[in-house]
């Protein structure tokens, strides 16, 4: 696989003689295949997917609509790549740890910033102004970090170098976020308990109560479906968190194609921001897997239904009790 700036930079020179909308006419002479543009985006990339007559159903990858270049993942066809050999579109593998000269990046970024998170007052903005400033003029754009594009391509207009970080071990506060091993799938058990609402001054059930089939679906023979997919929150060698996505029949489910997701932390790690990293840390990795939606339940009364608007799910339908909310990931 080439690196950014290998990759950029052969298209950035064959850029002029590029014709999207011939590649994505190539494509889609297979029925099958669709390329979706994205008009609320700035980075100018279409979706290569599976089409059903309405809309993608599976996520192959992304193609850029000004240089050719793809990003493909995992699961993309054989018959998807001939075609872009064909039409000369170079391509690489989306969630590669990839490098990229300042030069070659900045050329490509232009309507957003790279932020160096050592200058940062806390998580969010305001900033050290003057060291911003060093950014804006071109003195400091990007310290000599890995990273992985997606995160370039899909994240919010501000990035942190942490941000960009393409590693599957990230750290926030001391605590690692990784993806789970099966071997550990076990301890979903313990966090499918924890994740039972329980409002303010009721009983706490019995552990029991995981074992009826409505909950067992979360996490019954977890690892054997393509959807499963966890991530973990991990404090000196010990998993204080876990999050996860399958598609399953489950109180927040809104389509067979749409994974649905759980989290859930101890009590005494809660409210400090953790489950949040975790959160995007879960949903990168589901998007990197292919899929671009995914959806969730949360009762009414619980503080997380806050957590979960401020990461973009919506509402789709509502019960007495519940809200049933989705997040589109491109």
Request: glycine fraction near 6%; proline fraction near 4%.
């Amino acid at each position: 696989m080439k690196d950014v700036t290998t990759l950029f930079g052969s298209a950035l020179d064959r850029s002029s003689s590029y014709l999207y909308t011939s590649v994505r006419s190539a494509l889609e002479a297979d029925n099958d295949i669709w390329c979706l543009a994205d008009s609320d985006t700035n980075e100018k990339w279409a979706y290569i997917g599976k089409n059903d007559g309405e809309s993608l159903t599976e996520y192959y990858g992304i193609l850029c609509e000004a240089y050719p270049v793809a990003f493909l993942y995992d699961n993309c066809p054989d018959k998807i790549k001939a075609v872009l050999d064909k039409c000369g579109v170079e391509y690489t593998a989306f969630d590669e740890e990839l490098s990229c000269d300042e030069a070659i990046l900045h050329h490509y970024i232009t309507d957003t910033l790279i932020i160096d998170d050592r200058f940062l007052e806390d998580d969010y903005l305001p900033f050290n102004q003057e060291a911003f400033d060093m950014i804006v003029d071109g003195r400091r754009y990007l310290t000599p970090y890995k990273f992985a594009f997606d995160d370039l391509i899909y994240s919010c207009p501000h990035y942190t170098v942490s941000e960009l970080a393409g590693m599957d071990i990230t750290e926030k506060d001391n605590i690692i976020f990784r993806k789970a091993t099966p071997g550990e799938y076990v301890l979903l058990e313990d966090f499918l308990y924890e994740a039972i609402f329980i409002p303010e001054g009721a009983v706490s059930p019995p552990r029991e109560i995981i074992k009826r089939p409505e909950l067992q679906v979360y996490i019954e023979n977890f690892g054997s479906r393509r959807s499963d997919i966890c991530m973990f929150a991990e404090k000196d060698g010990k998993v204080i968190g876990a999050a996860w996505v399958r598609i399953m029949n489950d109180y927040g489910s809104i389509s067979p194609h749409i994974p649905s997701l759980a989290i859930s932390l101890y009590p005494e790690y809660r409210g400090h921001g953790t489950g949040t990293a975790l959160m995007r840390v879960l949903l990168n990795e589901v998007r990197r897997n292919g899929y671009g939606f995914v959806s969730l339940s949360v009762q009414k009364a619980n503080y997380a239904y806050t957590m979960y608007r401020k990461l973009g799910f919506e509402t789709v339908r509502e019960t007495t009790d519940e809200y049933i909310m989705k997040k589109y990931l491109f």
